[in-house]
């Protein structure tokens, strides 16, 4: 995972201090501690420039849980003609899967719709890991828990815009690549215990995911989300 062509990384005194904090969190050995004020530093300074970020993630999540209501309701058929998918019924669950993650993506040129698709992408790959028939698939969606989504997809949303920005630093850090992708993991999973220990679940059951108040739910958690690494470096 690396940095988009032609990206160009935001500039400033905050944007210079996560760099060092690269550099620190390596000469740390990958701490816990040197991981947290790297990814505190990171949220600090991309906070500027992330509204365009939050308004795509939500639109990808909306179209998921929109989706995921309607399969509880009318079944994964009916579903796919609702959203304009007809055309995908009766193909295999491997089709299915595909053409769904298309339509959950925006599939811009924006690279944090790029990022929020990439999040959106490994999210799915996932949750249908496992599987292997309509009906397994029908029950993946109608089983999907909404403040759970919404927790599992930011969490992914926060790891890939990480490493968007830091993974060619973090590989030219390491000895091999190897050890790069050891400190990659250990990365996430401290992103992840973080967000699971500190993300607050609404108990989240009915809402129009189509409309405004639903993606505007969903940028408000995201930017819940980005406070709480804010929050942890507040407390170091």
């Given at each position: 995972m690396g940095t988009?062509?032609?990206?160009?990384?935001?500039?400033?005194?905050?944007?210079?201090?996560?760099?060092?904090?690269?550099?620190?969190?390596?000469?740390?050995?990958?701490?816990?501690?040197?991981?947290?004020?790297a990814v505190?530093?990171?949220?600090?300074?991309?906070?500027?420039?992330?509204?365009?970020?939050?308004?795509?993630?939500s639109r990808s999540s909306s179209k998921v849980l929109n989706f995921s209501g309607l399969v509880r309701s009318i079944g994964l058929d009916q579903a796919l003609d609702q959203v304009g998918l007809g055309h995908l019924k009766g193909q295999s669950p491997q089709?299915?899967?595909?053409?769904?993650?298309?339509?959950?993506?925006?599939?811009t040129d924006s690279l944090q719709q790029s990022i929020a698709d990439q999040a959106m992408q490994e999210y799915m790959a996932e949750m249908m890991g496992s599987v292997r028939s309509k009906?397994?698939?029908?029950?993946?969606?109608?089983?999907?828990?909404?403040d759970?989504?919404?927790?599992?997809?930011?969490?992914?949303?926060?790891?890939?815009?990480?490493?968007?920005?830091?993974?060619?630093?973090?590989?030219?850090?390491?000895?091999?690549?190897?050890?790069?992708?050891?400190?990659?993991?250990?990365?996430?999973?401290?992103?992840?215990l973080e967000i699971a220990s500190n993300y607050t679940r609404d108990g989240m059951k009915n809402m129009?995911?189509?409309?405004?108040e639903g993606r505007e739910y969903i940028e408000r958690k995201c930017e819940d989300v980005w406070g709480i690494f804010e929050r942890w470096g507040d407390s170091e």
């Open positions: 988009s062509k032609g990206y160009l990384p935001p500039t400033g005194h905050l944007w210079s201090e996560s760099k060092r904090a690269i550099s620190s969190m390596n000469r740390n050995g990958y701490s816990s501690a040197s991981i947290g004020k505190s530093s990171f949220s600090k300074a991309s906070k500027v420039n992330r509204n365009q970020g939050n308004s795509e993630i089709k299915v899967f595909e053409g769904l993650i298309d339509y959950f993506s925006e599939g009906e397994e698939l029908d029950d993946a969606f109608a089983k999907l828990e909404t759970l989504f919404i927790q599992d997809f930011l969490t992914k949303y926060v790891q890939v815009s990480f490493f968007t920005n830091f993974a060619e630093k973090i590989n030219a850090l390491c000895k091999d690549i190897g050890q790069a992708l050891k400190m990659q993991g250990r990365i996430k999973e401290f992103i992840r129009d995911w189509r409309g405004r």
